[in-house]
């Protein structure tokens, strides 16, 4: 697998962890137990869904590089057969 590949993959499962962090905090603050102003809660809900629109395009790439590597494998072994 290629490096800047492996970096996607490692980009994306941080994402993840950030994303659920977030999502965490954000059913805190929907349950009362943590305070913040509706423009900030407004900032967060936005910053939540660009985060996990980044998500999915980051798993997409990836998926795609992967899908390659294994086409290009196997075009490579037909051709030497």
């Known amino acids: 697998m290629e490096d800047f590949v492996k970096r ?3 980009e994306r499962d941080e994402l993840k962890e950030r994303i659920d962090k977030l999502e965490d905090f954000m059913s805190k ?3 009362g137990d943590v305070t913040v102003s509706e423009p900030e809660l407004e900032l967060l ?3 939540l ?3 996990k629109k980044y998500y999915i395009v980051l798993d997409t790439r990836i998926g795609f590089h992967i899908l ?9 072994e037909d051709e030497s057969i």
């Open 45 to 47: 809900e936005s910053q």
């Open 29 to 31: 603050v929907k349950n």
């Open 68 to 76: 390659t590597t294994i086409s290009n494998e196997k075009e490579t």
């Open 49 to 51: 869904e660009y985060m």
């Open 8 to 10: 996607m993959i490692t």
